[in-house]
């Protein structure tokens, strides 16, 4: 509104300025032609007349000629004539018109001369045509043309050009006002309140200027700006999301390197030891002189020594796995054999397991490793389907990349928490009660599965089971 204010104001006021110097043109041109026409006419009735008295004057007298000039005044309503003695003239005139007149030498045989006399309110143009006269004393025909009607003219001239200007200033000024507001207040109003909704983050809203002028290419070129703003600010959110998994994925690298080499230390120093425990328990298994509660209590120490071997040999799988030897195998074969392996369990805990998929698939793996893996996730499986149900074991092709191959471990058991998902694979942490699960089984899958250059995904929702996919680079044989 401030711009249109602007525009507007500076457009009455060229207009002002081109009208008032039009109007004081004309003015002057209207009062030069009309001192023009006067000076004509008078001179010309002054000629015509003094002409008549030179021609009257000898032949039928100086009363006859005066006359003559006395009936052309009552003839001429506009001027007023009448004869004067050119050596008496001075003493009529005021001070100014006297000078004048003296400038002019006026007498027989000069020519005629004419001169404006300002006196007050009645401006009057003189006009003095020389007679010769019989008796040789200098007189002339007098012409008085008032300017009144001159400066009539004039007031209604200037009025009329005031009129006039206030018209079309305040006609151009009204249009000036209106194409301003349409054509630039409202469109500029709608690219600020743009301009507001992109500071403050709102990309979203694109604007419909119709105009095809600057300030429409501008309307253009601002909803292209969001455009390219809304990608960028999306790559760079995307780019930010990326970072932060690319760092959290470090930080559980370092965490698992850590873990490695914790374990590696404590599993070395607790062989030792366990060592000479399973031997001792051999050893009174094997006398026959211990009573029966002795031999069972061996027996138990046995049973958990042995266990927490396992422990111990599965922390060293983790922390100095050995690098993997690949070659190209087919994948349902693995799985028949981990099914295998795994079915006497399954069938202690009422769990049937199913193994399905196409046998041409296939994958570089190390067997020995994916085998581990698979078994990790499918003990994890078995012993979260409690009461019985079914763990499948699916292999397929992946459908969003055809070099990709999965294979799927999915259980009907209680499910995972949400809180717990993210930290799933973390080493030591399990959800299963006390003396179920040492937290290792998903680590190690993790890490064999990383190796292979692939990726372990978990989905699951309490109360309807959980499914863990591993994906590897592969296809058909």
Not at 313 to 326: E, S, V
Not at 344 to 352: F, G, N, P, Q
Not at 456 to 475: D, H, N, Q, Y
């Given at each position: 509104m401030k711009l249109t204010r602007k525009l507007t104001a500076a457009l009455i006021l060229g207009i002002l300025i081109v009208l008032a110097v039009n109007a004081a043109l004309r003015v002057r041109r209207e009062i030069a032609l009309f001192e023009r026409d006067s000076r004509r006419d008078s001179l010309l009735i002054g000629r015509m007349l003094a002409g008549s008295v030179e021609r009257v004057w000898p032949s039928l007298g100086e009363a006859q000629a005066l006359d003559l000039v006395e009936d052309a005044n009552q003839r001429e309503s506009a001027f007023r004539i009448r004869w004067v003695w050119l050596d008496g003239l001075v003493a009529e005139l005021d001070e100014a018109d006297r000078s004048a007149l003296r400038k002019w030498e006026l007498g027989p045989g000069t020519d005629a001369r004419q001169f404006l006399s300002e006196d007050g309110e009645t401006p009057a143009l003189y006009t003095y045509v020389p007679v010769s006269v019989p008796d040789g004393r200098p007189g002339a025909v007098e012409v008085r043309d008032s300017m009144v009607d001159q400066r009539t003219y004039v007031r209604r001239t200037i009025y009329q050009a005031l009129l006039a200007t206030a018209i079309l200033v305040a006609l151009c000024g009204g249009i000036a006002l209106g194409l301003g507001l349409v054509l630039v207040a409202r469109p500029f109003a709608i690219l600020m309140e743009q301009a507001r909704?992109?500071?403050?983050?709102?990309?979203?809203?694109?604007?419909?200027?119709?105009?095809r002028d600057e300030v429409g290419e501008l309307a253009a070129e601002m909803n292209t700006m969001c455009e390219l703003l809304e990608e960028a600010t999306g790559a760079a959110a995307r780019e930010a999301s990326e970072r932060i998994?690319?760092?959290?994925?470090?930080?559980?690298?370092?965490?698992?390197?850590?873990?490695?080499?914790?374990?590696?230390?404590?599993?070395?120093?607790?062989?030792?030891?366990?060592?000479?425990?399973?031997?001792?328990?051999?050893?009174?298994?094997?006398?026959?002189?211990?009573?029966?509660?002795?031999?069972?209590?061996?027996?138990?120490v046995l049973d958990q020594a042995k266990r927490v071997t396992a422990i111990i040999?599965?922390?060293?799988?983790?922390?100095?796995?050995?690098?993997?030897?690949?070659s190209q195998q087919r994948l349902v074969p693995l799985v028949q054999q981990t099914v295998g392996m795994l079915s006497?369990?399954?069938?202690?805990?009422?769990?049937?397991l199913v193994a399905e998929g196409d046998g041409s698939l296939c994958a570089d793996v190390d067997p020995g490793q994916i085998q581990q893996a698979l078994t990790n996730l499918a003990l994890n499986a078995i012993q979260a389907t409690k009461g019985g149900g079914t763990v499948s074991i699916r292999i397929g092709k992946g459908s969003s990349c055809p070099d990709e191959v999965f294979i799927a471990v999915e259980d009907m058991g209680s499910g995972i928490p949400a809180e717990h998902l993210d930290r799933i694979f973390e080493p030591f942490f399990t959800t299963k009660e006390a003396g179920e699960g040492t937290g290792l089984g998903l680590s190690v899958a993790y890490g064999i599965v990383k190796e292979?250059?692939?990726?372990?995904?978990?989905?699951?929702?309490?109360?309807?089971?959980?499914?863990?996919?591993?994906?590897?680079?592969?296809?058909a044989a």
């Open positions: 909704r992109v500071g403050r983050g709102d990309l979203s809203a694109r604007l419909s200027l119709t105009q998994a690319a760092l959290e994925q470090l930080r559980h690298a370092e965490r698992l390197s850590t873990v490695g080499q914790l374990s590696a230390g404590i599993a070395h120093e607790l062989g030792t030891p366990l060592n000479v425990i399973m031997a001792r328990a051999q050893l009174i298994l094997k006398d026959d002189a211990a009573g029966g509660d002795v031999h069972k209590s061996a027996s138990i040999r599965q922390l060293l799988d983790f922390a100095r796995r050995r690098g993997a030897k690949k006497s369990l399954a069938e202690k805990s009422s769990v049937t292979h250059g692939g990726r372990i995904a978990v989905e699951s929702e309490p109360g309807k089971g959980t499914r863990f996919t591993i994906r590897l680079a592969g296809g």
